[in-house]
């Protein structure tokens, strides 16, 4: 095993125990990380969407994306690239985020869930796996949005720029800034933790490259696990931090922001996995890209939070299940939430096929 598998697995370690901490400092239960909710809050909180419960600037999202520009500064790894089809990159942002939303949780979530005992994040671990396997079979067929090409210094610091000034908002609260009363929003650590954590996940994400939908995928294409490691690390390490703990709940519903709308949580997360596919990395892995310097993932990642708005404004996102008063309240995904999917897989099918070969076709 060399240096890089190592750290790959330390990467996970660490992403597990910093989401152990933050949940105990006052994150929502199973949520010490959530690109997808977190996004979705910081939206909230920008005024993009109007759901009272899921309204904060996180400094997580912060955190991560100038700890790997700091770590891609240092090691002389920044580079400025831009121009691998921004538009689709924006919308293919848009839709992993819908399908993300309408599970309640990324990737990274979807870990840190099933570490906590949820087993209904199994239906989309399987629906995330066979996302990635229509994204793999693109790829064979020589699915590409093109190459990026070296731009202005200044266009790879857009995005760190735009969380410094989410940072800058967070402090000061202004009266436009809308803050949660109650629900998920409502239920943070404190900030400097927060920041603190993301940035140390950030540094260790951009060496290491983390990225659950890469590690599917070099599973599928080479059989090789390197990167699927790190995640193996992050589940095992909140597994055993929830036993010690006393935080294991093992239950098939009523677990924290999650519902059991299985059929649903698997499309939903299929249709995320085969997004991340398309675009080169799961929603964690673009938010250390832009961190490096790439416009494109900068792109993607204003797409996921415009895809958060949406969700929310149009009633896509998923419903948790409730218990009040010892009165059971189911939760899923509305009507609007599955037209949303249904329509998302048609979009990812029509980009799947209009990008085959696109150089061979050029060349023509």
């Given at each position: 095993?060399?240096?890089?598998?190592?750290?790959?697995?330390?990467?996970?370690?660490?992403?597990?125990?910093?989401?152990?901490?933050?949940?105990?400092?006052?994150?929502?239960?199973?949520?010490g990380?959530c690109?997808?909710?977190?996004?979705?809050?910081?939206?909230?909180?920008?005024?993009?969407?109007?759901?009272?419960?899921v309204?904060?600037?996180?400094?997580?999202?912060?955190?991560?994306?100038?700890?790997?520009?700091?770590?891609?500064?240092?090691?002389?790894?920044?580079?400025?690239?831009?121009?691998?089809?921004?538009?689709?990159?924006?919308?293919?942002?848009?839709?992993?985020?819908?399908?993300?939303?309408a599970f309640?949780?990324?990737?990274?979530?979807?870990?840190?869930?099933?570490?906590?005992?949820?087993?209904?994040?199994?239906?989309?671990?399987?629906?995330?796996?066979?996302?990635?396997?229509?994204?793999?079979?693109?790829?064979?067929?020589?699915f590409?949005?093109?190459?990026?090409?070296?731009?202005?210094?200044?266009?790879?610091?857009?995005?760190?720029?735009?969380?410094?000034?989410?940072?800058?908002?967070?402090?000061?609260?202004?009266?436009?800034?809308?803050?949660?009363?109650?629900?998920?929003?409502?239920?943070?650590?404190?900030?400097?933790?927060?920041?603190?954590?993301?940035?140390?996940?950030?540094?260790?994400?951009?060496?290491?490259?983390?990225?659950m939908?890469?590690?599917?995928?070099?599973?599928?294409?080479?059989?090789?696990?390197?990167?699927?490691?790190?995640?193996?690390?992050?589940?095992?390490?909140?597994?055993?931090?929830?036993?010690?703990?006393?935080?294991?709940?093992p239950?098939?519903?009523?677990?924290?922001?999650?519902?059991?709308?299985?059929?649903?949580?698997?499309?939903?997360?299929?249709?995320?996995?085969?997004?991340?596919?398309?675009?080169?990395?799961c929603?964690?892995?673009?938010?250390?890209?832009?961190?490096?310097?790439?416009?494109?993932s900068?792109?993607?990642?204003?797409?996921?939070?415009?895809?958060?708005?949406?969700?929310?404004?149009?009633?896509?996102?998923?419903?948790?299940?409730?218990?009040?008063?010892?009165?059971?309240?189911?939760?899923?995904?509305?009507?609007a939430?599955?037209?949303?999917?249904?329509?998302?897989?048609?979009?990812?099918?029509?980009?799947?096929?209009?990008?085959?070969?696109?150089?061979?076709?050029?060349?023509?």
């Amino acid at each position: 095993m060399n240096k890089n598998k190592y750290l790959v697995i330390c990467t996970g370690v660490v992403v597990g125990l910093a989401a152990l901490a933050l949940t105990a400092a006052g994150n929502p239960a199973n949520m010490g990380f959530c690109i997808a909710c977190f996004l979705r809050d910081i939206a909230g909180g920008l005024g993009l969407h109007s759901a009272e419960k899921v309204q904060y600037l996180r400094p997580e999202i912060v955190g991560l994306v100038l700890g790997a520009t700091v770590a891609a500064l240092t090691s002389k790894e920044f580079r400025a690239r831009a121009g691998s089809a921004p538009a689709l990159r924006f919308v293919l942002g848009m839709i992993v985020m819908v399908g993300a939303l309408a599970f309640l949780g990324c990737p990274l979530r979807m870990v840190l869930r099933l570490g906590g005992g949820d087993v209904t994040a199994i239906a989309g671990l399987i629906g995330f796996a066979a996302g990635i396997g229509a994204g793999v079979l693109c790829l064979k067929k020589g699915f590409s949005l093109g190459r990026a090409r070296k731009v202005q210094k200044a266009d790879g610091f857009v995005l760190p720029g735009f969380v410094i000034a989410v940072l800058a908002l967070l402090l000061l609260a202004p009266s436009f800034i809308r803050f949660s009363q109650a629900g998920p929003g409502a239920s943070h650590a404190p900030w400097l933790i927060s920041l603190a954590g993301g940035l140390i996940v950030g540094v260790l994400a951009q060496k290491s490259r983390l990225c659950m939908a890469g590690g599917l995928r070099d599973v599928f294409l080479f059989r090789d696990f390197h990167l699927l490691t790190g995640f193996i690390a992050i589940f095992v390490t909140v597994l055993v931090g929830n036993l010690v703990l006393g935080n294991f709940n093992p239950t098939l519903a009523v677990q924290p922001i999650a519902h059991h709308d299985y059929v649903w949580s698997f499309l939903g997360m299929a249709m995320a996995g085969w997004g991340s596919v398309l675009l080169g990395g799961c929603p964690l892995r673009q938010l250390i890209l832009a961190g490096e310097g790439s416009g494109d993932s900068a792109v993607t990642v204003f797409g996921m939070l415009v895809g958060a708005a949406l969700a929310h404004n149009f009633g896509m996102a998923g419903n948790a299940d409730a218990m009040t008063d010892g009165v059971f309240t189911a939760g899923g995904v509305a009507q609007a939430g599955r037209i949303g999917i249904v329509i998302g897989l048609i979009l990812l099918a029509i980009i799947s096929y209009a990008n085959l070969h696109r150089e061979e076709k050029q060349n023509d």
